[in-house]
């Protein structure tokens, strides 16, 4: 069955559309510490991750959720999953440019981890997510905190193949 939440073109699709022009737009401006190839990388890191956890958990056997105005795929979903793209290249251009290290690499996460769950928060207010079916918001947090871990991972791999 496809459950249909709204038909209209209002916030949830706008939120998406503002924030990857305006992320995108961002990203153009400030100035380029990484390669071409290793910037998409990031970018891509975060469309990929968003797409397999998603697709992970809101879909059967699970379906704990669904994403926008319906149930059921559609292009404005695949625009919400490249928006996610400049987020993860944020993370690891800021994290570079601020150089961080050792323990502050916990209170960097954290920090990431509670922005992104005050944006998931924002998502459901205004239709993104629609949490109906079982999904409780608190369960983001630590599978936020892993997936910035991994980027963190994938980023120094990333530095020392490059040496």
């Given at each position: ?97 601020l150089n961080i290290k050792g323990h502050y690499n916990i209170l960097y996460i954290f920090i990431w981890s509670s922005f992104s769950v005050l944006a998931e928060w ?42």
């Amino acid at each position: 069955m496809i459950v249909v939440y709204e038909t209209a073109f209002d916030w949830n699709e706008w939120f998406v559309i503002i924030t990857l022009v305006s992320l995108s737009f961002f990203i153009f401006r400030i100035p380029k510490i990484f390669p071409p190839i290793e910037a998409i990388g990031y970018y891509l890191f975060g469309i990929t991750i968003v797409y397999f956890f998603d697709h992970t958990t809101s879909v059967r056997p699970w379906d704990l959720y669904d994403v926008n105005d319906s149930s059921k795929y559609q292009l404005m979903d695949f625009i919400y999953y490249v928006m996610n793209g400049p987020f993860s290249y944020m993370f690891i251009y800021l994290y570079s440019k601020l150089n961080i290290k050792g323990h502050y690499n916990i209170l960097y996460i954290f920090i990431w981890s509670s922005f992104s769950v005050l944006a998931e928060w924002i998502g459901v207010k205004i239709g993104l997510f629609h949490y109906d079916k079982g999904y409780n918001m608190y369960w983001s947090l630590p599978i936020y905190m892993l997936v910035q871990i991994i980027l963190i991972i994938y980023y120094h791999l990333v530095q020392i193949s490059k040496k």
